[in-house]
C-alpha cells in the first residue's frame, strides 16, 4: 500500500521556503513604505522653505523702505515701509513655535510655515550701499519635525537669497 502526501522534511522545507519569500516581502515593503515618509520629508521642508522665501522676496522688491535692520547690520526680523498706508509696516520674525510670520500693520500675525517644519536662524543682513534702492539677504534653516525620531523624518535644508527694492 503506497500513502500519498509530505514526509516532514519536505514539509519543513516548503515552510521554510515560504517564511523565506513573506520576510523578503515584507522587507521590501518596509523600506519602500520608510522611502516614501522620507521623500515626503523632503518635499514638505522645500515647500515650506520656497513658500515662504518666495513670499519674503516679493514683499521686498515690492516694498518702499526697509526700516530694520540699519543698513550693514543683521537682525532675527525684518521690517519694512510697503506702499499701503494699510498695511505698513510690514514685519518678517519667527515665532516662539518655530513657523516664519509676517504682521502686516494692524492686522493678525499670519504663519507662513505650517507646523510639520520648524524654522530656526532667520536672519536678514542690510546690504544697502549709498544711492541704492535697498538690498536684503534672508538665511534661513528649515527642518521637518521628528517627535519620534525616526530617521526617515530626519531631514533640514537652508535657504539663502537676496532681494532688492525696485527703483521708486
Do not use: C, H
Not at 120 to 140: C, D, E, H
Amino acid at each position: 500500500m503506497r500513502q500519498k502526501g509530505f514526509t516532514l522534511i519536505e514539509l519543513l522545507l516548503y515552510v521554510s521556503i515560504v517564511g523565506t519569500l513573506l520576510i523578503a516581502v515584507t522587507m521590501f515593503f518596509a523600506s519602500a513604505a520608510d522611502a516614501r515618509i522620507k521623500n515626503q520629508s523632503i518635499n514638505e521642508v522645500n515647500q515650506q522653505g520656497t513658500l515662504a522665501m518666495e513670499q519674503m522676496t516679493q514683499t521686498i522688491r515690492n516694498a518702499g523702505a526697509i526700516s530694520a535692520p540699519a543698513a550693514g547690520a543683521t537682525a532675527a526680523s525684518l521690517t519694512l515701509a510697503v506702499p499701503t498706508p494699510a498695511l505698513s509696516p510690514t514685519i518678517f520674525d519667527v515665532s516662539g513655535v518655530g513657523a516664519i510670520q509676517i504682521k502686516e500693520g494692524a492686522t493678525a500675525v499670519v504663519p507662513l510655515t505650517n507646523n510639520k517644519v520648524q524654522v530656526s536662524g532667520l536672519s536678514f543682513k542690510n546690504l544697502t550701499r549709498p544711492a541704492t534702492p535697498g538690498v536684503v539677504q534672508i538665511s534661513f534653516t528649515v527642518s521637518r519635525l521628528n517627535p519620534n525620531n525616526r530617521n526617515e523624518y530626519d531631514y533640514q535644508k537652508t535657504f539663502v537669497s537676496t532681494a532688492a527694492l525696485r527703483w521708486p
